[in-house]
């Protein structure tokens, strides 16, 4: 094979490689932030891609979109223009797990995010495949494609998704391929390796695509989208989204579903060994699902709509490795597919990542300078996730170009705190997936708040727009103004006051009492209290959601404060990036070999790593304290 001429195709400050959800969003992130960016993807038309499920938000994955578009992104604001159905997760549950889902039209969230990457100033897209890495001394300089053209650049940064040696799977078939058709990236991953950095395989799948006309929607139930549209973008929250929205649909499998699936497990290379890679636990394939529930008669599927301009429907629920003979003929058994007509077939994939916990919590790797990662290449899984990673990683790229503090927001933070906090001290061995459960201070880390807790942040960092910054401004004084008169109303015990309570269920007064006290009472809502408050002005449902939610959970949000208090101490208390564990005396060897691993950058994240227990942070804060009267005395001497 002839040898490949190489050649200097130009010169940027940041290199991002790949142009998934990760990508657009670090892309987007640099150049805004005012870096020359190029952005290098195997093909555009992968752009923003949803190889999966057409849909973003859900429970836990909403709150990162709005944390993303809090602090300048652009998934909400895409979504926003090319969504089909949306649908508010939790409502019966309290505001700390609300979550907004929406159906995508997939084709159009792709046309839409190609035309912001197009027209921003500072971005360059290109097509090509990077297949090496150019480091000097630990620091990098740039990337090589496969047609020998040379890129510098003072960063890079890798968001390549599912693309790594991607091999698919159906049944005994088995072929390199990325996701969705498109081709993979074979030779990166050598380059990888050869840079010291150990690769695994992970493993993920999506169900069949089926055409709408073949579906007998009447033996399913509907599943429409909500009256009142909320956006995503807090910079839409005063616009009007009137159209008609697409319904889907749920239905089950049935007993012959689960028979046939049993019947042909020894087919599946999931259990037949082929595949080696580790799937992602909360999102399991169809035979998963059979094996593991085996008590269980049905299982729920939804047959969500892939876009306005297109028959295809997505079956949610049943991702299978199953031959396609198999599969057709055990989709023909679920409830309204009798007669169904696949237009793709399910497959899994799997794929090349790496262990994140070589990666500092700017996701810069530790040893190697301004090379970053982000995205399901560090072992995390779905477009939400990606995102949260490329935003991240675009602004710490830049930083670390101007040599300024980097940018990390911690667990008390934000979602996204929370999520790369977990990739990069725990680890991780499967794909990793956001749920509000792993957040420990979920109530003060609402989607509804993500605005007030970051847009500030972006602002700082030159990311979120003016615009932006002033329209949050507004909403934190119409929030406080809002409670403060709630405070300085107070009612008196007539007549018709205490007719409205009784009316609604409540107690009646005795004494006077202000609206924000009344507001307390479990049976009382900021809305019902309309009928006896003169003064209220009107003001947007976002701040009256806020209002509300300050005064319900007022006890419950100054215990979590008092908690994420305690927390910030441990996360202020820093620890140097060169120091040896192992010469600290009284630390076991377990903490001392992971934290020579992990290299923590704070007591706080010391605590978190598995195998560090509570006696050997106490040894590492006695430590902290003399090392801090050993300077002091050397300062007084």
């Not at 050869?194 to 055409?211: D, Y």
């Not at 060994?273 to 080696?276: H, Q, R």
């Not at 700082?460 to 727009?465: D, F, P, Q």
């Given at each position: 094979m002839r040898e490949v001429k190489r050649f200097n195709a130009g010169d940027f400050d940041i290199v991002v490689v790949g142009a998934?959800?990760?990508?657009?969003?670090?892309?987007?992130a640099s150049s805004r932030m005012g870096m020359r960016t190029l952005m290098l993807t195997m093909s555009l038309n992968s752009i923003a891609d949803m190889p999966c499920n057409p849909n973003i938000g859900g429970t836990g994955k909403g709150h990162l979109v709005r944390e993303i578009d809090a602090l300048g992104g652009e998934?909400?604001?895409?979504?926003?223009?090319?969504f089909i159905q949306s649908r508010m997760l939790n409502r019966s549950k309290g505001p700390a797990v609300h979550s907004l889902r929406v159906q995508a039209d997939k084709r159009k969230y792709h046309i839409e995010m190609k035309k912001v990457l197009e027209s921003e100033p500072n971005l360059v897209l290109r097509e090509g495949e990077v297949v090496d890495i150019i480091v000097e001394d630990n620091i990098t300089k740039g990337v090589i494609t496969r047609t020998g053209a040379v890129y510098n650049g003072k960063a890079v940064i890798l968001a390549t998704g599912t693309y790594l040696k991607g091999r698919i799977f159906i049944g005994e078939v088995n072929y390199s391929s990325g996701p969705g058709g498109f081709s993979p990236s074979n030779l990166l991953s050598d380059a990888l390796e050869?840079?010291?950095?150990?690769?695994?395989?992970?493993?993920?799948?999506?169900?069949?695509?089926?055409?709408g006309d073949s579906i007998d929607y009447s033996k399913m139930e509907i599943q429409p989208g909500d009256e009142e549209i909320i956006p995503f973008s807090f910079l839409n929250m005063d616009n009007k989204f009137d159209f008609k929205q697409v319904p889907c649909y749920l239905t089950y499998t049935t007993p012959l579903t689960h028979e046939i699936i049993r019947n042909n497990l020894h087919r599946s290379?999931?259990?037949s060994?082929?595949?080696?890679g580790v799937g992602p636990r909360y999102c399991p394939s169809i035979e998963d699902k059979v094996v593991r529930f085996s008590d269980k008669e049905k299982h729920q599927v939804f047959i969500e709509p892939e876009g306005l301009d297109t028959k295809e429907m997505y079956v949610q629920g049943v991702s299978s490795t199953l031959p396609e003979e198999v599969q057709l003929e055990m989709y023909r058994t679920i409830i309204g597919l009798e007669n169904v007509q696949f237009m793709r077939s399910a497959y899994g994939i799997e794929y090349d990542c790496i262990d994140p916990t070589i990666l500092k919590r700017t996701l810069e790797h530790k040893e190697i300078r301004n090379l970053f990662f982000a995205g399901q290449i560090n072992g995390s899984?779905?477009?939400e996730e990606a995102a949260a990673q490329g935003l991240i990683a675009g602004i710490n790229a830049v930083l670390n170009i101007r040599g300024e503090e980097p940018f990390i927001l911690d667990r008390s933070e934000a979602y996204i705190g929370v999520l790369i906090d977990d990739l990069v001290t725990k680890g991780t061995n499967e794909p990793y997936r956001m749920m509000t459960s792993r957040a420990e201070y979920r109530l003060t880390l609402r989607q509804d708040n993500a605005d007030l807790r970051l847009t500030e942040k972006g602002y700082?960092?030159?990311?979120?727009?003016e615009e932006r910054y002033r329209k949050m401004l507004r909403k934190r004084e119409l929030i406080e103004r809002e409670l403060n008169r709630l405070k300085e109303t107070i009612v008196t015990p007539r007549d018709s006051i205490n007719e409205f309570l009784i009316k609604i269920g409540s107690v009646p007064l005795k004494t006077g009492i202000s609206l924000y006290d009344l507001i307390k009472r479990p049976e009382i809502s900021y809305e019902s209290?309309?009928?006896?408050?003169n003064s209220r002005e009107e003001l947007p449902r976002e701040i009256r959601l806020q209002v509300e939610t300050h005064i319900k959970y007022e006890g419950y949000i100054r215990k979590q404060m008092s908690q994420i208090e305690q927390f910030k101490k441990l996360e202020n208390k820093k620890l140097p990036e060169d120091l040896d564990y192992s010469a600290i005396k009284g630390l076991s060897n377990e903490a001392k070999q992971k934290l020579n691993q992990i290299k923590p950058d704070s007591v706080g994240q010391a605590s978190r790593i598995s195998g560090v227990s509570p006696a050997d942070i106490n040894v590492l804060l006695i430590y902290l304290e003399q090392k801090r009267r050993d300077k002091k005395v050397e300062k007084d001497d």
């Open positions: 998934g959800h990760a990508g657009c969003e670090a892309a987007l998934m909400a604001i895409n979504i926003d223009k090319s050869r840079l010291n950095i150990k690769l695994r395989r992970f493993k993920t799948g999506t169900p069949a695509r089926v055409h290379p999931m259990y060994g082929e595949i080696e899984s779905g477009y700082k960092i030159g990311l979120a727009t209290l309309a009928e006896i408050d």
